[in-house]
């Protein structure tokens, strides 16, 4: 799939256009994209003053270089681009030419205005252009372009030639205001005019700057005059029944003064941003643009859930399931974690009360089981409200939340959210069997392959080897242990199965943890044993697989 050219432009200066880039693209990488960003404000560069501290070495070419290789013919252009360093995709750099010291090298002014645009278009700069365009777009899913302001040559290349879709950049006052629809109109002639099948644009506007802190009453009246200006462009992408005013307020990225000094990454420093904070808003813009300006109902609907989605479009989730118990459930969610991992689910424990987890800012897990008792604790009760929030997955899917549920808990005095889904029920005195089954086939939505009484005997005896710990309440356990691991052994060589189950049954008991956490270590002996049985049931299994 071929990727998105789109350039970031803005009539005036000073709006925080590339500001509002640097930040997409950090954005963008770390969702898993991968990522462009392309300086072609020639006269006034600095993108990569944004990206000073993570550039894996200065630029030592750019844009300009770009063209003097089309100048000197050169055959197999340069890439001209530097790694950024952030974490989760990919993301280049393309500055505007050579940077020594943090400052463009002193041969950048004059070589640049050399550069007679016009001249190089009549020889052919064109397809030029659009073969390192072809270039850019097999390589990365976003090329972000930082455009010269106002109307010239270069804006030309940057809003008719290369984009596929444009993002505005204003601010709250009438120099912004009277311009930034027809610029849009413009960059639509212009590319009527191109050889080149390009269709209409679609615009985002971002109302960047504006103060709704101190001003808040103003900053109402110019959020209402700016919606009303800008709502032209929303027209051909906007869906029905969101309203421009409604839509802008998303894209709205307040003015912060904390942030307005020096080219900064509050993106990079804000994990995860609160609604008042500037990342907030830049999120948004982010995940507009992720969603290729589709979805705005759902964007309307529920802010959160939106991001989230964009966020998880690019990557795998680490798991298909976390599952949230408290803990008077510890043992129940160990037996059951276990069970759905031989049905080959990658599951870990959500360890009730752990802060970290609701601070990360991307979910390990596409889906969550809560295992209730009675009533849900105060911590599941906060992480099913985050999941939920978080719950709209790539392409418009859900993300699945279960409830496990102990025989007798009275369901109507769950919250809301959670009495309308299909609740799962368990007996706290079984091993969770038939429960991981079903949570599998609703996650799998294929059912797991019947297994023989011989195979569940030897998977439960898989189950409870893998369950002696590396530590013993006392030494005196171990004579046991070791008893029944023996025994284990001789109904297996007997073909016995009830008893390898029963047996099975008592090396989980035996294989309590004790409560405070201490204990002996395990002889190494004993080790050894329980090994070699687990290796001999393991091809046992494997064999009742092929």
Request: hydrophobic letters at 45%; glycine letters at 4%.
């Given at each position: 799939m071929s990727g998105t050219v789109i350039t970031f432009y803005s009539y005036k200066g000073g709006v925080g256009r590339s500001f509002t880039l640097a930040n997409t693209a950090v954005l963008l990488a770390r969702w898993g994209y991968r990522v462009l960003a392309v300086d072609w404000d020639l006269e006034a560069p600095g993108l990569h003053l944004y990206f000073r501290p993570h550039l894996s070495e200065m630029p030592s070419s750019g844009v300009v270089d770009l063209a003097y290789d089309f100048v000197q013919k050169v055959e197999y252009p340069a890439t001209h681009t530097v790694r950024v360093e952030v974490e989760g995709g990919v993301l280049d750099l393309m500055a505007a030419g050579k940077v020594v010291d943090d400052r463009l090298d002193p041969s950048y002014a004059p070589r640049m205005q050399e550069i007679n645009w016009e001249a190089l278009y009549e020889e052919g700069f064109a397809e030029f252009l659009e073969?390192?365009?072809?270039?850019?777009?097999?390589?990365?899913?976003?090329?972000?372009?930082?455009?010269?302001?106002?109307?010239?040559?270069?804006?030309?290349?940057?809003?008719?030639?290369?984009?596929?879709?444009?993002?505005?950049?204003?601010?709250?006052?009438?120099?912004?205001?009277?311009?930034?629809?027809?610029?849009?109109?413009l960059a639509d002639q212009a590319r009527d005019r191109l050889p080149y099948d390009r269709p209409r644009h679609q615009v985002m506007p971002v109302l960047s700057r504006l103060d709704n802190r101190m001003e808040y009453q103003r900053a109402e009246e110019w959020q209402r005059k700016c919606a009303g200006v800008v709502a032209p462009l929303f027209r051909n992408w906007l869906v029905k029944g969101v309203t421009a005013?409604?839509?802008?307020?998303?894209?709205?990225?307040?003015?912060?003064?904390?942030?307005?000094?020096?080219?900064?990454?509050?993106?990079?420093e804000e994990q995860p941003p609160s609604p008042d904070q500037i990342s907030f808003a830049l999120e948004t813009v982010a995940a507009v643009i992720a969603q290729e300006f589709d979805r705005t109902?759902?964007?309307?609907?529920?802010?959160?859930?939106?991001?989230?989605?964009?966020?998880?479009?690019?990557r795998k989730f680490d798991l298909d399931l976390l599952v949230s118990s408290p803990r008077p459930l510890w043992r129940t969610s160990t037996q059951l974690i276990t069970e759905l991992r031989l049905l080959g689910l990658k599951v870990e424990r959500s360890v009730s009360g752990n802060p970290e987890i609701l601070d990360q800012a991307?979910?390990?897990?596409?889906?969550?089981?809560?295992?209730?008792?009675?009533?849900?604790?105060?911590?599941?009760?906060?992480?099913?409200?985050?999941?939920?929030?978080?719950?709209?997955?790539?392409?418009?899917?859900?993300?699945?939340?279960?409830?496990l549920v102990t025989r007798g808990t009275d369901r109507e005095l769950l919250p809301g959210f959670l009495r309308n889904l299909r609740h799962l029920e368990f007996d706290q005195a079984a091993?969770?069997?038939?429960?991981?089954?079903?949570?599998?086939?609703?996650?799998?939505?294929?059912?797991?392959?019947?297994?023989?009484?011989?195979?569940?005997?030897?998977?439960?005896?898989?189950?409870?080897?893998?369950?002696?710990?590396?530590?013993?309440?006392?030494?005196?356990?171990?004579?046991?242990?070791e008893e029944t691991v023996r025994g284990m052994a001789g109904a297996l060589d007997d073909g016995d199965m009830d008893l390898l189950r029963d047996r099975s049954a008592d090396l989980l008991l035996l294989s309590k943890p004790h409560r405070n956490g201490t204990g002996v270590v395990v002889p190494a002996q004993l080790r050894t044993e329980v090994s070699a049985l687990l290796a001999r049931i393991e091809r046992r299994i494997n064999a009742f697989t092929d």
């Open positions: 073969e390192r365009r072809a270039e850019w777009i097999a390589k990365y899913d976003f090329v972000l372009i930082d455009s010269r302001t106002g109307v010239s040559d270069i804006a030309s290349i940057c809003t008719a030639q290369l984009p596929d879709r444009l993002v505005v950049v204003f601010t709250a006052n009438d120099q912004n205001l009277n311009d930034v629809v027809d610029i849009a109109h005013e409604q839509m802008l307020r998303h894209l709205t990225v307040p003015y912060i003064s904390f942030w307005s000094f020096g080219e900064l990454l509050p993106v990079i109902d759902l964007l309307a609907d529920n802010r959160d859930a939106y991001v989230a989605a964009a966020r998880s479009r690019r991307d979910d390990p897990a596409e889906h969550l089981c809560l295992l209730i008792d009675g009533a849900l604790s105060r911590w599941q009760l906060t992480e099913a409200e985050r999941f939920a929030r978080r719950a709209l997955g790539p392409d418009g899917t859900q993300r699945q939340m279960f409830c091993r969770p069997v038939r429960a991981a089954r079903e949570l599998h086939d609703l996650i799998r939505a294929t059912p797991a392959a019947e297994t023989e009484p011989d195979h569940e005997a030897l998977r439960n005896a898989e189950a409870a080897l893998r369950e002696v710990p590396e530590q013993l309440p006392y030494a005196g356990r171990f004579a046991l242990v």
